[in-house]
T-cell receptor, first 115, second 115 residues
Framework: AQSVSQHNHHVILSEAASLELGCNYS??????LFWYVQYPGQHLQLLLK??????LVKGIKGFEAEFIKSKFSFNLRKPSVQWSDTAEYFC?????????????FGTGTRLLVSP | NAGVTQTPKFRVLKTGQSMTLLCAQD?????MYWYRQDPGMGLRLIHY???????AKGEVPDGYNVSRLKKQNFLLGLESAAPSQTSVYFC??????????????FGPGTRLTVT
């Protein structure tokens, strides 16, 4: 069974600081990887996803993530955060392939960006 | 195109009461899901459906029942609410994978408090 670890539960940054949120997964096969964001009081929205190909994935709002297969990691990065990036970020993984595969979420990282 | 909608947005129940949460999607998605979100635990899958008339148990199904009588609707029922079911409930939907990939689209959530 897959599992996802997000080691940073709370992160506090000042505007313009760089961001890196860790995500490690446990699964021996090929995976699909996702980062979702939940702004205060809102539903989850997809930031970016990796299915295959270039391991460096670019998403919305200047976010990117790098899949490092040897490290089972899919860390989220942003060069310069803004106050509006204050949100909770969830990494998720499922097994690649056809048919239904459960999406497993990490416990989330709450990011607070101070102006 | 409303995407995924949920009703109600908020509800307070007394222990032992019953209620039904309604999820509707207008994207013609085959798959639908119910999650609960609790602090520090991320999202956990309660039940899911891979098509009209079919449902299956997820990670935390106890105390919940579901029905998918119409493709666009997925109902989550609590027959006898317990304080442990105090949570935020999210519905999601997605296309099925056909050798490719998919992403889940989330509703705005229902905040349920059981006293």
């Amino acid at each position: 069974a897959q599992s996802v670890s997000q080691h940073n539960h709370h992160v506090i940054l000042s505007e313009a600081a760089s961001l890196e949120l860790g995500c490690n997964y446990s699964y021996g096969g090929t995976v699909n990887l996702f980062w979702y964001v939940q702004y205060p009081g809102q539903h989850l929205q997809l930031l970016l996803k990796y299915f295959s190909g270039d391991p460096l994935v670019k998403g919305i709002k200047g976010f990117e993530a790098e899949f490092i297969k040897s490290k089972f990691s899919f860390n989220l990065r942003k060069p310069s955060v803004q106050w509006s990036d204050t949100a909770e970020y969830f990494c998720a993984v499922n097994a690649a392939g056809t048919g239904f595969q459960k999406l497993v979420f990490g416990t989330g990282t709450r990011l607070l960006v101070s102006p | 195109n409303a995407g995924v909608t949920q009703t109600p947005k908020f509800r307070v129940l007394k222990t032992g009461q019953s209620m039904t949460l309604l999820c509707a999607q207008d994207m013609n998605h085959e798959y639908m899901y119910w999650y609960r979100q609790d602090p520090g635990m991320g999202l956990r899958l309660i039940h899911y459906s891979v098509g009209e008339g079919t449902t299956a148990k997820g990670e935390v199904p106890d105390g919940y029942n579901v029905s998918r009588l119409k493709k666009q609707n997925f109902l989550l029922g609590l027959e006898s609410a317990a304080p442990s079911q105090t949570s935020v409930y999210f519905c999601a939907s997605s296309y099925p994978r056909t050798g490719g990939t998919y992403e889940q689209y989330f509703g705005p959530g229902t905040r349920l408090t059981v006293t």
